[in-house]
């Protein structure tokens, strides 16, 4: 796992230490112990957990500065692309959102001993963003929802000169054109679609700078969301 991940990584031009690939390793070795137990991934063979979770999650490192910055990752599952993104930037404050507590009360007991600071928060992302209402500095997710539903769920979290980091894979333009509407709706624009290719296809990380504040009404009820996408 460590060998493809450095190998990888540097192809990507990310820069890893050996302790910072060591961490990220251990929580790869953690997931997949974990997957015996508790429905996590379905990715667990080490070298596809390396390419597919781990580095996939540090592409949003060069997407965005996050040094010093509050991060929440909306739908964290099994904790990716938040740990990797809390090890490699330990400056950065993580939180960690899901709405499956078994999921959170794992991470929550897991990353402590790994050393990795992170927030772990159990609550839906609509009931969670009335709390924590635009204070973070971005927000990302993966593999969570189409992206006019996904920036419903994540927009209202983020600062006005924040932005909105989504990962997507190859539909990524398609779920752009999908999206006008509910970028508009937000406070939203579109800054850039960053590709990455990884074992073979392209994974995307889009930037969606919140240049206005996302109006009280939203996030509407998730029924409510994918009845009736933005």
Known sequence: MKDTLLREAAALDLALSEETADTLCAFGQAVIQQNEVMNLTAIVEPTQVAKLHLLDSLTVLKTAELDGKTVIDVGCG???PGVPLAIACKDAKVTLLDSL???VTWLAETLPGLGIRAECVTARAEEAAASRREQYDF????????LNILLELTAPFVKVGGA???MKGA???EELAEAKNAIRQ???KLEAVHKFPIDGADHCVIVLRKVAPTPARFPRRYAKIKQMPL
């Open 78 to 80: 099994a904790g990716f």
């Open 101 to 103: 507590g078994k999921r």
């Open 139 to 146: 927000a990302t997710s993966r593999a969570v929802a189409r």
């Open 164 to 166: 909105v980091l989504a």
């Open 171 to 173: 539909a990524a333009q």
């Open 186 to 188: 937000l406070g939203l």
